[in-house]
């Protein structure tokens, strides 16, 4: 019984500092086999502990204690996915660039930016404005995006992300 308690507060703090964490990414970082994280995420879900929201294709796992509005849930799905974190950074490094610009600075193919651009345009967290033949983007929200960046940057592990918090507090402090 106490094993389980102690597995049970290890998931719940894990998804309370990871929200939107997935399954596979939990018994990862856990490492409990997955039959036995099932089961407890199940019976945490069902005591009302936490909830999940599907997306695409994961399942991903908040805390009922912090409660997140749907843009700010979409803005965390979209920064568990490495190559739109690194978009998204990029983007608010550098305020409005086109896909070619991000491309070269993702290190992605166009074509692979260019469906992660459509589908962080779709939800809003990026605009989209085409000049000429050119299309550049721009963050929409980019405090929000900054914040959610920063409040859950140890659970994101991620270089890239240690200098743009670095720049964007710089930053901040001259304004």
Request: proline fraction near 2%.
């Amino acid at each position: 019984m106490e094993v389980e308690l102690e597995t049970r507060k290890r998931i719940y703090e894990l998804i309370r500092d990871s929200p939107g964490v997935h399954l596979r990414e939990l018994t990862r970082r856990l490492d409990i086999v997955i039959g036995s994280l099932q089961y407890n995420l199940y019976y945490m879900e069902k005591k009302n502990m936490i909830y999940s929201i599907k997306d695409e294709d994961y399942v991903r796992y908040f805390v009922k204690d912090r409660k997140f509005g749907k843009n700010e849930r979409n803005i965390l799905f979209f920064l568990r996915r490495t190559p739109c974190r690194h978009i998204l950074i990029n983007l608010l490094q550098n305020g409005t660039m086109n896909n070619k610009e991000l491309s070269d600075a993702v290190d992605l193919s166009p074509s692979t930016v260019s469906w992660h651009l459509n589908k962080l345009a779709g939800s809003g967290i990026i605009t989209k404005e085409k000049v000429g033949r050119v299309s550049n983007f721009t963050v929409a929200d980019p405090e929000l995006v900054a914040e959610l960046l920063i409040l859950y940057k140890e659970s994101f592990l991620d270089s890239l992300l240690d200098s743009f918090i670095d720049m964007w507090e710089l930053d901040k402090k001259k304004r």
